[in-house]
């Protein structure tokens, strides 16, 4: 299973940005999908989560104003940003939970940076 992030970019503070991730592959199925970030010299942390059934979760950090969702239809989930704020300048990664012939395992995007400055 391979994943393709886009949608990174500089922003500047308040401002908004959708993130999106897809799976490609053959013969896999998609459980759990997920959000993380690295922000610069720190470790990378949990974001968001949206589960196979719709059910989302967020970092404290980021409620209320980022959304994830995904399509099924096209395997990509997204991350709907909003007022962003310098603090949430990292490197974004997606991670999907992917079922193939070789079992069940989480995988990784390879991150797209996201810049928020005045």
């Known amino acids: 299973v391979q994943l393709q992030a886009s949608g990174g970019g500089p922003v500047q503070p308040g401002e908004s940005l959708r993130l999106s991730c897809a799976a490609a592959?053959?013969?896999?199925?998609?459980?759990?999908m997920e959000w993380y970030r690295q922000p610069p010299g720190k470790q990378r942390e949990w974001v968001a989560l949206?589960?196979?059934?719709?059910?989302?979760n967020y970092a404290d950090s980021v409620k209320g104003r980022f959304t994830i969702s995904r399509d099924n239809t096209k395997n990509t989930v997204y991350l709907q940003m909003s007022s962003l704020k310098p603090e949430d300048t990292a490197v974004y990664y997606c991670?999907?939970?992917?079922?193939?012939?070789?079992?069940?395992?989480?995988?990784w995007g390879q991150g797209t940076l996201v810049t928020v400055s005045s």
């Open positions: 991670n999907v939970v992917a079922t193939t012939m070789g079992g069940t395992r989480g995988y």
């Open positions: 949206v589960t196979n059934g719709g059910t989302t």
């Open positions: 592959g053959s013969r896999f199925s998609i459980g759990n």
